[in-house]
């Protein structure tokens, strides 16, 4: 005769704590709670499977800690590539400078001008959000400054655009 199967996973406080210090030092603090959420939300969802006749409940749910580390580490990389490409690269341009390329090549002149009349960190501000529309949030993660911070940045490098867009018309 089986076991009595359970209704649900016999998830326990003290096995979150042990799951999410595991991902904390595997991933750091940032992607913990989001790949412990990941790890019980496919134990959850996979809870059938579990066989008691093979081991415990805790060693089963163990066997989802490398795939979603895995997954995480994953998922990172693919957001810091698009990122690069499109904070650094803006529409097709190299990543790998610093200065005159980031600008897309397809921008009228004018607007070149414009445009490198502004700082680096502002031309990159604009370009990540005019021209590939990243979220104020991602340009402020990736550049390492805060969402204020970048939202004024923002602002005051569009009206110095604008007025040196504004002066180029007159001549």
């Not at 406080?13 to 210090?21: A, G, Y």
């Not at 992607?31 to 790890?39: H, K």
């Not at 990172?76 to 990122?83: N, S, V």
């Amino acid at each position: 005769m089986d076991p009595p199967r359970l209704k649900g996973p016999p998830i326990t406080p003290e096995l979150v704590d042990t799951i999410h210090r595991a991902m904390h030092r595997r991933l750091g603090a940032d992607a913990a709670a989001d790949a412990t959420l990941d790890l019980f939300e496919r134990v959850c969802r996979t809870w059938t499977r579990f066989d008691p006749g093979r081991g415990t409940f805790g060693a089963w749910v163990w066997g989802f800690v490398v795939p979603v580390v895995a997954d995480a580490r994953r998922e990172e990389a693919k957001r810091a590539r698009i990122t690069d490409a499109a904070i650094l690269g803006a529409a097709g341009a190299r990543a790998d400078t610093d200065d005159d390329d980031l600008l897309p090549a397809s921008l009228p002149d004018t607007m070149r001008e414009g445009l490198m009349g502004l700082s680096v960190r502002d031309r990159r501000i604009v370009l990540a959000r005019a021209v590939e529309e990243w979220p104020i949030r991602d340009i402020a993660e990736h550049l390492g400054m805060t969402v204020t911070a970048v939202t004024t940045a923002y602002n005051r490098a569009l009206g110095r655009l604008n007025k040196r867009l504004r002066l180029a018309d007159m001549v």
